[in-house]
């Protein structure tokens, strides 16, 4: 059998799973470029709800590895499951598809595919996700775990190529704005790309993985358990994930402990004012990721076999503590920055087109595409002069830089007022800060996850990596919507014959009519809060990132030093 290994710094393989990547990346930022819109526009529900379910949604799609990374480790292996979500994921846009075509005649069945849909993706991402990253760290030899930085680096720029080129395509066909209102009946043209992407990408990886996807001896990675080589397995260590029943059972009474803390927390914080799939997200699926992402610390660490195994599992989880918030702060992308770039965002760029509010998030895939071969470079040169900081300090540096966009949009949202428009040239300055975060934290954060795991636990804690992602997600939602009311809020309750200030300061009541039209048109009639905190308006919103990421960044820095012992040699 050929062998995957070439006289290049990085064998075949990675190209092959690169691509797969790429396409698989096309169709969820594709349609998650429109995800939020479409709910909002064609769903008839409002930017709160929206941005709670698209965090409810998000955070899913990122728990389900722990349960794809399970089965593959014991079950099915890498290879069945990278195809069986594929295949989910393509079907799950399918039925996207057919809910933006029946909106309008049928909006509750068209909700109900909607669920659905969501549902099928959730599950496709849980076992594609984690069985993909684990195959790029199984692709090298111990002796060649150094360059997984730069391996994972040229993944991540896959994943952002994807990403660009689903963020152009997608809004031009699916995100129609006509006599200044949002045309929702193309937005099916969007799931309809998306989902054919999966399928190409779905149909590279069977074609070319029995060639390619093989260790440096041409033999196959990522098959059934029980067929794997032992390659790459330190001496003694066990090949299989395995857990005593009795801390099972400990795992499973914490998880519902915890379960019922967090929900009252989140209920007592934020409260049900109505029944609908936004409360539903935050009063069940939120709980439940927090909780099931402690209670699978527990597990894991109670297996592990000795004191160094024990710290280097610590590690992955103290780093997936911090970046919880910064998914929390990037992933505003899809829910209250969209929003704003659609109500408040003056979007006119070169001749005077105006950019779909959907594609300004485009900016983040072109800097990650023009980004990720220096950052690689830089990583290597750095390390070849015995500079290289390790990898909880990058991921410090990352935290810092996503605290510092907020901070630069907040004072530059801070005298707009209802009525003012954001230049597009400051959301276009916070993508590329945010870009070299994300550079600096997710690729590195992966790779961490490559060097310190055990390789039975391998696709497993990476399901525990991605849990951090959940939960940032979920945060993300939960601060996305608290958003405050934005210009065409203030527009709409004009319309109305209304002044919004008047009734967030309450200085005017609603008569039963102006209530009744307020909620029709999904206006607010109060401010929103967090953690006690008041929100007012723009420049309140974006602080609340700023602060949390830059006390996030202080403390991960200031600890690096002790993890770096934990890590025991690797770097």
Not at 219 to 236: M, Q, V, W, Y
Not at 482 to 499: L, M, R, S, Y
Request: proline residues 4%; aromatic residues 14%.
């Amino acid at each position: 059998m050929e062998t995957a290994q070439t006289n290049s710094k990085h064998p075949k393989g990675l190209w092959v799973l690169f691509s797969t990547e790429m396409w698989e990346r096309f169709n969820f930022y594709g349609m998650r470029a429109i995800l939020s819109l479409f709910m909002v526009h064609a769903l008839m529900l409002g930017e709160s709800d929206a941005s709670i379910i698209y965090g409810g949604f998000l955070a899913l799609c990122y728990l389900t590895p722990l349960l794809g990374g399970f089965i593959s480790d014991r079950f099915l292996g890498n290879r069945y499951c990278i195809m069986l979500g594929g295949s989910l994921m393509a079907i799950g846009q399918l039925l996207l598809f057919y809910s933006a075509t029946t909106f309008d005649s049928n909006l509750d069945f068209s909700k109900s595919l909607f669920w659905l849909g969501l549902l099928v993706i959730i599950f496709g991402n849980g076992f594609f996700k984690p069985n993909i990253s684990s195959m790029v760290g199984s692709l090298y030899p111990p002796s060649e775990k150094t360059k997984l930085d730069s391996a994972f680096t040229i993944f991540y720029m896959g994943i952002n190529i994807g990403a660009l080129l689903s963020q152009y395509i997608v809004p031009i066909v699916a995100d129609v704005v006509v006599d200044g209102k949002q045309d929702p009946f193309v937005f099916k043209w969007g799931y309809l790309l998306a989902g054919g992407a999966m399928i190409l990408g779905t149909l590279i990886f069977f074609i070319l993985k029995d060639k390619y996807v093989v260790n440096p001896e041409g033999l196959p990675i990522g098959g059934l358990p029980k067929n794997n080589s032992k390659e790459g397995f330190a001496d003694g260590e066990s090949q299989t994930a395995k857990f005593a029943g009795k801390n099972i059972g400990i795992a499973v009474v914490l998880f519902i402990l915890l379960f019922f803390v967090f929900r009252y927390l989140l209920v007592s914080e934020f409260g049900f004012s109505s029944v609908g799939m936004g409360q539903l997200v935050k009063g069940i699926i939120y709980p439940f990721i927090y909780s099931a992402g402690v209670a699978l610390a527990f597990l894991i660490m109670s297996s592990a076999e000795n004191k160094i195994e024990r710290q280097r599992i610590w590690v992955i989880y103290i780093v997936s503590f911090f970046i919880i918030f910064f998914w929390a702060a990037f992933e505003q992308a899809g829910s209250s920055l969209t929003f704003i770039a659609s109500n408040q965002t003056d979007r006119t760029f070169l001749f005077g087109w105006q950019m779909p509010a959907s594609m300004v998030q485009i900016f983040n895939g072109l800097f990650v595409v023009i980004l990720a071969v220096p950052f690689s470079i830089l990583w290597d040169k750095l390390r070849a002069k015995g500079k290289e900081p390790i990898s909880p300090f990058k991921q410090a540096i990352g935290l810092a830089l996503i605290a510092l966009s907020y901070f630069i949009i907040a004072y530059n949202v801070k005298d707009l007022g209802n009525n003012g428009l954001l230049a597009i040239k400051w959301l276009v300055l916070l993508y590329f800060i945010q870009t070299c975060g994300e550079l600096c934290l997710s690729p590195i954060g992966l790779s961490l996850v490559g060097k310190l795991a055990p390789r039975r636990f391998a696709s497993l804690l990476y399901g525990v990596f991605f849990i951090a992602n959940a939960a940032g997600y979920a945060l993300a939602g939960t601060l996305g919507a608290i958003i405050p009311a934005t210009g065409d809020k203030f527009t709409k309750a004009k319309e109305i014959g209304v002044n919004l200030q008047d009734v967030l300061d309450k200085k005017t009541t609603l008569n039963p009519e102006q209530a009744k039209a307020f909620s029709t048109a999904q206006l607010p009639t109060e401010y929103t809060s967090f953690a006690g905190v008041t929100i007012h308006n723009l420049f309140e919103f974006f602080m609340v990132f700023v602060v949390l990421c830059g006390i996030a960044a202080i403390l991960l820095a200031v600890i690096s030093p002790v993890l770096k012992k934990m890590m025991h040699g690797i770097r």
